[in-house]
């Protein structure tokens, strides 16, 4: 409702109410309490009119929907973890100083939140937790830097190994 509407509305509610403070004598009272639930009235509804014209308009759910199941972008930690283990593979150095330090912060978050158990501080509890396998291979405390850097990193094998350790980890 324009502000132009509004005022018509005001004057023609004035008017309206001479005329009735004329017509009612000594009962002014109720020509007065009319006048102003009128003027409430219209106001409410102005108001009404503005915040909706305001106020963007949700999208369908079906708009919503569609633009969830399209993800457009690849997820950024997803993009690092398969380069890590892509360089993995090639030598020793990338395993030892690029996936470990990830696969140990995974493993150390799983640990704390599940057993209450620290890799630093409790490494013995955290070897019978995690049992022999690649994941203990990996980020034990005790895990020297390769001698030979260049070494070949691990097989496919070897890392489908760790990831099916860390899935069972759940």
Do not use: C
Request: net charge positive; proline share 5%.
């Amino acid at each position: 409702m324009s502000l132009w509407r509004v005022v018509a509305w005001a004057f023609l509610a004035s008017v309206a109410l001479i005329v009735a403070l004329v017509l009612a004598g000594s009962d002014r009272g109720l020509a007065l309490l009319a006048y102003v639930l009128f003027l409430t009235g219209v106001g409410l509804v102005a108001l009404s009119r503005a915040l909706r014209d305001q106020l963007r308009r949700a999208p369908r759910f079906e708009q919503l929907a569609l633009q969830a199941a399209e993800p457009n972008e690849p997820i950024a930690q997803f993009e690092t973890l398969s380069r890590m283990l892509s360089a993995a593979r090639w030598n020793q150095s990338e395993l030892h100083f690029r996936l470990r330090p990830a696969v140990r912060e995974i493993v150390n978050a799983r640990l704390s939140r599940r057993y209450g158990v620290d890799l630093e501080r409790e490494p013995e509890q955290a070897h019978k937790l995690l049992g022999e396998g690649r994941a203990w291979e990996l980020v034990r405390p005790d895990r020297k830097p390769p001698v030979n850097h260049f070494a070949p990193g691990w097989s496919r094998l070897e890392l489908k190994e760790l990831f099916d350790e860390l899935e069972q980890a759940r």
